[in-house]
């Protein structure tokens, strides 16, 4: 398989895993929820995770690529103020665990990046 027929199927791994852990392990997630929001953490924690499984099961199948992508990108951009939130409340954690939430910000740039790489890649195909 090519490497540009294996990148939305890469790129459909992240937000699986991601969805996964949200209901599997929801403690750690629950905690990165901006105070800010309405409701409980818990809440916000699932509909995370049901988003992150639906967009990628979307971008998995090649007809709801493109808007899927586009969506992810979306949802990345809109989840950094989490990211942001831990890297604060983490930074008087040990360095391993501080170094993973501050290495945690810029990354996200580049995943925005990719899956409107994979939306613009995946318009036509059937």
Known sequence: MPRSERSPLLLAGLPATAGV???????????????????????????SGAVELALAAGIAVPRTRAVAAKAAAAFLAGVFPANVQMAV????????????????????LPLVLWARGVARNGKGRS
Do not use: E
């Open 89 to 108: 409340d983490w930074r008087h954690r040990p360095a391993p665990l501080r170094t993973a939430a501050l290495a945690r910000l810029p990354l996200q």
């Open 21 to 47: 852990a949200h209901f599997a392990t929801p403690r750690p997630f629950d905690a990165l929820v901006p105070r800010a929001l309405p409701g409980s953490p818990r809440a916000w924690t699932y509909g």
